[in-house]
């Protein structure tokens, strides 16, 4: 009772802790803070030039009547004055302005054709704004360091002004862009998870009433792993642990095996309540055969895991921590809260619970059941996986063949395996956010860019800005960059189309630039910022088009050399993007054997016994094989979320094994044979095993109904590799261990024989 108490008293310390958790979505989620990539996107581009826009978009017969251009003037006024929003760029306000240097008066022109006068008459000025007679965009500028919450605040803002802009009823307004779109995806997929992780507990309850049928108490591992889940988030609060897009998807990955490392316990003090009937003996045989067993398991976990902490990415090194805590707190609910539950309900049937919990009856002779029953309840799943064992080892040859030719088949067929990089893939393509983000690319064009980041000596001098015309000229010519924009455009539009050939005349014309155009591409005295339109390259060109397109930058940077004092760097959401699709993506098969090398150095340190480190480790290799053989067999690409798969299938699959192992090693040493050992390893705790593996199954089949393709995928890959981890654990490990461990006793046989016969010879000589 003691330790039931200490862990309630850690229920509320856990608690608190979760208090302290802080959600992270920013730049340095995907890149290192102390990387030269997160410097100069972040420090150099986020924080002095960029901005985000939410973006108005206005469609109907003909945008550009006076009474449109009121309605737009209305919706301008009020925005301005919201909290947080730096400008609002739009036809009414160029007109106004116009106007203003025309008549000397800011206001809408009251007829259409005075309207329309001033918007052919500056062509280049509107089109942007106006690209044709029926659509015109409203850009509502916000910082770009602007945070989530208030974005949200802005965007229902601006909301509301459309609504009270009293826009002509035949008009069409849309509020979308990139901040409205991330927003609307954010809530979606937060109010898609709580059904889907609430089916997924359903499904687990079905499968341990099922599967786990032949023990007491059959659901109890459930709430001891939520238990676990509550510890895990406690210590995440405490040690500072963000929760992200890809930390979230780890509590299915710790439910899962938070259960295995309770049922485990679970069905073994059931075991040894039958055998003892001696509550205090069966805690001690349980803790000590099964706690080292999953523990040592736990530890090869941790060390597949581990691999995780060797990305670059910091989301899967936060991903990489929650798990490995995670693991050791469900293993301590288990191992302590779980097994002395167990022992405290013997005795006590669970109909004679629940009735007394309702206050209907007092525990009698009918209600409690023997302590250490002499025959168990039917075995179904253990005598079946006794038959499938004896079959295995019975064709071991063709068994162990087939799945290395599997194994091998796969590996290669993985390298075809496609990898999907395009962000707005991985939403519901229904979403109606998405739908109207699409809408305005179709209409407006697309809007990424490369941003090149120019160190001078001075943002006056002459030489710098006619080399950015230059260059920038030169680049626009390239396929894929379709204009460019920079404090040079500025100044070539108030000088008649050049650039002056002294600093005083550039000075001159800075004055007369607003600061809320010139703060846009020049910063101080010393950083100028030039913009790529690369239109949608992010989904035209894909990631090696946008690195093919940054290194022919580079490589014409190089070309046509900047004046001296002069240093251009490359950054932007572009750049970013590839590199982190990069390291998600291309470092998994780097992760894959990294965990495969951590595993096996682990249990070499754990059992010095090279038997014992390598077949828990072949089948799991063998999985990996069969998972890219599936993936490329179903057309399934990578995602960012699947890419960590190889790392938890490896930790996953390797408990399973050395589980397995550790029973078969345990009946060895009590005087069985190498078959009665695997055969009763299969029989006794096969049933637990299949259970917890069929709890993970269904848990991630519940992700496959998640309308984000991001999260159905990784719940339709995790079903499959769970699949073949069972299927390696019940096919593949018995007759391999069989094979070798039958090898070893003949190798050592004829080497006792061998000694005995030296010595026998030394005697005779003697």
């Known amino acids: 009772m003691t330790i039931l108490l200490v862990f309630f008293l850690l229920i509320l310390l856990s608690m608190q802790g979760a208090q302290k958790i802080y959600m992270a979505s920013g730049t340095d989620t995907f890149v290192g803070k102390d990387s030269r990539l997160y410097q100069d996107y972040d420090h150099l581009y986020t924080s002095l030039f960029q901005t985000q826009s939410i973006v108005v978009m206005v469609e109907g017969n003909d945008v550009r009547s006076a009474e449109v251009m009121q309605a737009v003037d209305r919706l301008d006024h009020q925005l301005q004055s919201t909290e947080g929003v730096v400008e609002t760029t739009s036809p009414a306000s160029i007109i106004k302005k116009i106007n203003y240097q025309m008549i000397g008066r800011s206001r809408i022109p009251d007829t259409d054709t005075e309207v329309k006068t001033i918007i052919d008459g500056n062509p280049t000025i509107f089109g942007k704004l106006i690209p044709d007679n029926t659509h015109m965009v ?109 930390s979230m998807s780890a509590f299915p990955v710790l439910i899962g095996l938070g259960i295995d490392y309770a049922i485990q316990f679970h069905n073994r003090i059931e075991e040894e309540l039958r055998k003892e009937g001696n509550k205090s003996k069966a805690i001690i045989r349980t803790v000590k055969h099964t706690g080292p067993a999953v523990l040592i398991a736990l530890t090869m976990t941790a060390l597949g895991f581990f691999s995780l902490f060797t990305s670059t990415v910091p989301m899967i090194q936060d991903f990489g921590k929650l798990l490995t805590i995670g693991i050791v707190m469900c293993y301590l609910a288990a191992l302590f809260v779980g097994v002395i539950t167990v ?33 168990p309840k039917p075995r179904f799943i253990g005598d079946f996986l006794g038959k499938l064992t004896d079959l295995t080892i019975k064709y071991n040859v063709i068994v162990i063949g087939i799945a290395t030719l599997l194994c091998i088949g796969g590996l290669y067929a993985d390298e075809s395996v496609g990898i999907q990089t395009d962000t707005n893939n991985f939403v519901p393509q229904d979403m109606p956010a998405l739908l109207d983000l699409q809408h305005l690319k179709d209409i407006m064009g697309g809007s990424d860019e490369l941003n090149l980041i120019i160190k001078v000596e001075d943002t006056a001098d002459p030489n710098v800005l006619k080399w950015m015309d230059r260059f920038s000229e030169h680049e626009v010519h390239r396929a894929h960059i379709y204009s460019a924009s920079s404090i040079v455009t500025l100044v070539k539009e108030l000088n008649g189309g050049t650039i002056p050939d002294s600093r005083n005349e550039i000075e001159a014309i800075y004055e007369n630039i ?31 088009g946008i690195q093919d397109l940054t290194n022919i930058v580079k490589q014409d940077i190089q070309w046509m050399q900047a004046p001296p004092g002069t240093t251009v760097t490359i950054t932007g959401h572009s750049v970013v993007f590839t590199e982190v699709i990069g390291a998600l993506t291309g470092g998994r098969i780097e992760m894959t054997y990294i965990g495969l090398f951590l595993v096996l150095a682990g249990l070499l340190v754990v059992y010095r016994d090279w038997l014992k480190a390598l077949v828990p480790i072949i089948p799991m290799f063998m999985v990996t094989g069969w998972s890219g053989l599936v993936m490329s067999s179903l057309n399934l690409v990578y995602t960012p979320m699947t890419a960590t798969l190889g790392a938890l299938i490896l930790g996953i699959g390797c408990e399973y094994s050395i589980l397995m192992m550790e029973r078969y090693f345990e009946e060895r040493d009590e005087g069985a044979s190498p078959l009665e050992a695997i055969h009763k390893t299969s029989a006794s705790i096969g049933a637990a095993l299949i259970a917890s593996g069929a709890t993970v199954v269904f848990g991630f089949a519940a992700l496959i109904a998640s309308p984000f393709s991001l999260i159905s995928d990784f719940g339709m890959v995790t079903v499959i590799d769970i699949l073949l981890v069972l299927v390696a654990t019940f096919v593949v490990f018995p007759p391999l261990i069989i094979v070798l461990d039958s090898w070893r006793d003949k190798k050592r046989g004829i080497q006792a024989l061998q000694k005995k016969a030296n010595n026998v010879k030394g005697a005779d000589i003697q």
Do not use: C
């Open 514 to 544: 607003p600061e809320s155009q010139k703060s846009r591409y020049m910063y101080g005295k010393n950083i100028l910022l030039l913009n790529f339109n690369i239109g949608n390259a992010a989904s035209d060109i894909k990631v090696t």
């Open 138 to 246: 409203v850009s509502v500028v916000m910082a770009g360091s602007v945070t989530e919450d208030k974005t949200k605040e802005i965007l229902k803002a601006t909301e509301e002004a459309v609504k009270l802009s009293d826009f002509p009823p035949s008009y069409n307004v849309i509020v979308t862009g990139d901040p409205a779109f991330s927003i609307a995806m954010n809530t979606e997929m937060n109010s898609s998870m709580g059904p889907l992780l609430a089916l997924a507990a359903f499904f687990m309850l079905i499968v341990l009433s099922l599967v786990f049928g032949h023990v007491r108490w059959r659901l109890l591992p459930l709430p001891i792993v939520f238990l676990g889940i509550i510890y895990t988030f406690g210590a995440m609060g405490f040690l500072g642990i963000p929760l992200s897009m890809v």
């Open 343 to 375: 022992s405290l309900f013997d005795g006590i049937s669970e109909k004679g619970m629940w009735k007394r919990l309702k206050g209907r009856l007092r525990p009698t002779k009918a209600s409690v059941e023997k302590v250490s029953p002499k025959k």
